[in-house]
């Protein structure tokens, strides 16, 4: 009984104690927010909106994009070309004229919107693809607690020729959505995610500090959706992606995740990576293998 009472006077104590505090965090007005990587196989993939100040008036992610901003495209120091708007806040090359993105060559990005000022991107290079050998595909039946069939692919990748680059797998199916994997066995996945791995837009990212490169690795992943919570069907197409990103992607998924749990409500927020001057976001670059897996 007595117990019982201590619960009920902790629970009045957390009910009573509380009290709304008015903060009004420094603001330097609405900017450019840039994010997108450059691709010799993909081309350019931007998204341009804006920030907000994260105390005022709740707008949906639609109201932030930023339809009419000129964006120019800068190869070694010259321009390039500049992106055209193709719908939901993207910009991407036009399919005329065409051009090609070169590894190895370094790209920015200069944005100019009315509204929102001018912002740009540091350099980046776009890293070489990497080699990978021994991949393998296999259907691996029901895995305990997925509640669905499972596949398994297994590879090995060479060291990449530039040593900011990481490496960045991705598992992807109709209209490009992303799938969740997992590293194969469970438990040596975890830990070497927690050391060496992170995470970003569907993307598992690694760097060679933990020898990524040194040995095969093994990921497994559902094959199967429910329609209607009923029928089965298998994903198609299925499209598993291998390659090597900037350094910079790999900083800025960190940077986010460095907080977990509690500590997200008592503790100063995390600094993110951004290298945008002018404004915020991130431009990495890519370059990726693909291997299309064919389902009954």
């Known amino acids: 009984m007595i117990r019982k009472y201590i619960h009920l006077l902790f629970a009045f104590l957390l009910v009573s104690c509380s009290k709304y505090i008015e903060f009004s965090p420094p603001y330097e007005g609405d900017k450019i927010v840039i994010n997108g990587y450059l691709s010799p196989n993909e081309g350019a993939k931007i998204k341009i909106t804006h920030s907000i100040n994260p105390v005022g008036k709740y707008l949906r992610s ?6 009419d901003a000129s964006a120019a495209l800068y190869e070694n120091g010259v321009k390039l070309i500049d992106l055209e708007y193709t719908g939901k806040g993207f910009y991407g090359l036009p399919a005329s004229p065409s051009v090609e993105l070169l590894a190895g060559h370094k790209y920015k990005l200069i944005i100019q919107s009315e509204q929102y000022g001018k912002a740009e991107s540091e350099e980046i290079t776009l890293p070489a693809k990497p080699e990978i050998s021994s991949f393998k595909f296999e259907e691996i039946g029901y895995v305990y607690g997925s509640g669905s069939e499972n ?3 297994s590879f090995s990748i060479s060291e990449p020729n530039e040593k900011e680059s990481c490496f960045s797998i991705q598992v992807v199916t109709k209209n490009n959505e ?9 438990i040596q996945g975890r830990n070497y995610f927690e050391s060496c791995g992170t995470g970003a837009g569907g993307m598992s990212i690694y760097s060679n500090e933990c020898g990524f490169t040194h040995q095969v690795h093994q990921y497994s992943f559902g094959l199967k959706y429910r329609e209607n919570w009923q029928v089965s069907h298998y994903y198609k197409p299925l499209i598993i992606r291998i390659g090597t990103v900037s350094r910079d992607v790999y900083d800025y998924a960190k940077s986010y995740s460095q907080l977990d ?17 002018g404004g915020y976001g991130l431009l990495y670059g890519s370059n990726t293998v693909s291997f299309p897996i064919e389902l009954p």
């Open 151 to 153: 596949g398994l692919f």
């Open 178 to 186: 992303s799938l969740f994997f997992m590293r194969y066995p469970f």
């Open 62 to 67: 639609d109201s932030l994009i930023v339809k």
């Open 261 to 277: 749990g509690m500590e997200f409500g008592f503790a100063e927020p995390p600094i993110l990576k951004s290298n945008i001057k």
